[in-house]
């Protein structure tokens, strides 16, 4: 009986036949090497690890777009994005929508909100808060390389390699997700964007209460080089995540689904995922 042709069996078929074509004897050896790390970077490209910067580059608008297909017609859509930055994602998320969201943006940076309000300020379903989340109620140090800048961190982040100072600091406000939910009743949120530059899993832990009762159908998330400063692993997110989501990594057309946890997904270089609730009517659709 002929195998079954799927997605995964025509990529072993032709991955087989592209190794076939260099001899055994030269695989793991010197001559080589510079033509597999090209190799390696060609096959990162491929897989659209390290387009995680902008909303169009990055996958992003094919998760909005996504939302905004398959979302409960029946009410407005709530979005919450995290590590709003001065609004460039917001207005992504207006232009798919338009009226028809109620969109929470959180950034911590006091310089960054004043762009944030001025640049989202006139619309009127848009909220914006000036504190970032996280597993507690507290004050915390941001660390950036200029005011403003995109790249943010709760952690003194170290790019001496890319030439890049995280010399600038700020004292900024930090609460729990559940707490704001509950203050502002918010019962159910249809996408939490995550871009806090490697405190992701310390903002899901202040969540604990929305994802155990199933209220957050949608979390797209980065990873990367943030989160060898924080020290946390894509293993982290996938065991927190997994018996409650589906997984997958966000490509330029598409969601590629991440089914098991393998080592080979500790890449630390930019990139959007996503983690859909297995319990919302979305993972129906994100499976077809």
């Known amino acids: 009986m002929p195998r079954k042709v799927t997605r995964d069996y025509v990529a072993m078929v032709v ?10 004897h030269l695989l793991g050896k010197l001559l080589l090497q510079s033509v597999f790390e090209r190799l390696y970077r060609l096959s990162l490209t491929g897989m659209n690890v390290g387009n995680g910067s902008y909303v169009e580059s990055s996958g992003e608008q094919v998760v909005i777009d996504f ?15 995290v590590g709003a930055n001065t609004g460039q994602y917001a207005l992504a998320v207006i232009s798919t929508f338009g009226d028809d969201v109620l969109l929470y943006c959180f950034e911590p940076s006091k310089p960054t909100f004043a762009s944030l309000t001025q640049n989202v300020g006139s619309h009127r379903n848009i909220a914006t808060y000036a504190f970032g989340f996280g597993d507690a109620e507290l004050s915390a140090t941001l660390y950036a390389d200029k005011l403003g800048s995109g790249g943010a ?5 170290r790019l001496d390699h890319i030439g890049v100072q995280m010399s600038h600091t700020e004292e900024v406000s930090l609460v729990r997700l559940d707490d704001f939910c509950k203050s502002n009743r918010v019962q ?8 806090v530059e490697g405190y992701e ?11 155990d009762s199933a209220a957050i159908d949608v979390i797209q998330f980065e990873f990367g080089g943030c989160n ?8 982290d997110f996938f065991y927190l995540l997994n018996p409650r989501y589906r997984l997958y990594r ?18 630390f270089i930019t990139t959007n995922y996503v983690a859909i609730s297995r319990s919302s009517a979305l993972d129906a659709a994100a499976a077809r």
Not at 67 to 81: A, M, Q
Not at 188 to 195: G, R
């Open 250 to 267: 966000v490509v330029l057309d598409g969601l590629y689904p991440i089914d098991k946890y393998s080592e080979v997904h500790e890449i």
């Open 67 to 81: 939302l905004h297909r398959y979302r409960d017609k029946g009410r407005s859509t709530v979005i919450f994005d």
């Open 228 to 235: 060898i400063d924080a020290r946390t692993y894509f293993q």
């Open 153 to 157: 961190s709760l952690f003194a982040r």
């Open 15 to 24: 991955a087989h036949r592209l190794i076939g074509l260099i001899p055994n």
């Open 201 to 211: 899993l310390s903002v899901l832990a202040g969540a604990s209460e929305m994802l």
């Open 188 to 195: 159910h949120i249809d996408l939490l964007k995550l871009d």
